[in-house]
């Protein structure tokens, strides 16, 4: 069964940068795509950027151009590389299968992200 540590977060100031990592059990070079999500007590889980293999990948319009997704699949790892942070960034960040390419696996920890000054 696939599982998933997430790691990486932490306080920072607005307009600093944070980045998230996403250890995966097994090896994900046969998972053919994985997102990043977040979640503030309170609201749903959001999706916040999606990688595909090949390289597609594909953000939600309140984090384009600020952050960027990647995967080593030598390391099992997904990235979330977050510039220009926001305070409305502030949330516990998840990693997971998208549902649109097949089950979830189940959730880690999460990794909190607090942007104050």
């Known amino acids: 069964q696939v599982q998933v540590v997430e790691s990486g977060g932490g306080l920072v100031q607005p307009g600093g940068s944070l980045r998230l990592s996403c250890a995966v059990s097994?090896?994900?070079?046969?998972?053919?795509?994985m997102a990043w999500y977040r979640q503030v007590p309170g609201n749903q889980r959001e999706l916040v950027a999606t990688?595909?293999?090949?390289?597609?990948?594909n953000y939600a319009d309140s984090v384009k151009g600020r952050f960027t997704i990647s995967r080593d699949n030598a390391k099992n790892t997904v990235y979330l590389q977050m510039n220009s942070l926001k305070p409305e960034d502030t949330a516990v960040y998840y990693c997971?299968?998208?549902?649109?390419?097949?089950?979830?696996?189940?959730w880690g920890q999460g990794t909190q992200v607090t942007v104050s000054s």
């Open positions: 990688t595909i293999s090949g390289g597609s990948t």
């Open positions: 097994g090896s994900i070079s046969s998972i053919y795509a």
């Open positions: 997971n299968r998208p549902t649109t390419y097949g089950p979830r696996y189940s």
